[in-house]
């Protein structure tokens, strides 16, 4: 025996398509996997709060964007929060010592 050959039962193109869908597939996967990453740091920073949210634009700013090729292909709900019922703005000047100053009130949208 001299050498033993092969003839492949496909051709180029075939292996060119079949890797295509291949890498398709993967990407797909990948995304995925990310997006499940993201939804577990979300409910995460959500469940623990380390953080004060007077406001709730930090709990509104909590989320993930996927991104391919510079094109956003997966995105979390950034679910809008509104945690006080009032928020309330003080100003203030320094007058002699003592502050001076007013109260601004406003109801935010509780959504």
Do not use: C, W
């Not at 869908?21 to 996967?29: D, H, L, S, T, Y």
């Not at 953080?51 to 964007?65: A, K, M, V």
């Amino acid at each position: 025996m001299t050498g033993f050959y092969f003839k492949p039962i496909f051709n180029q193109n075939q292996l060119k398509k079949m890797l295509a869908k291949f890498k398709g597939g993967a990407v797909e996967k990948i995304i995925i996997l990310l997006a499940r990453a993201g939804e577990y740091f979300i409910s995460h920073a959500k469940r623990n709060r380390t953080y004060q949210n007077r406001t709730g634009n930090l709990t509104s700013s909590i989320g993930y964007i996927i991104v391919k090729d510079g094109v956003p292909v997966k995105l979390s709900n950034f679910e809008q929060v509104s945690v006080a019922p009032h928020i309330i703005t003080v100003s203030f000047t320094l007058k002699s010592g003592k502050y001076s100053g007013k109260k601004v009130e406003f109801e935010a949208n509780n959504k």
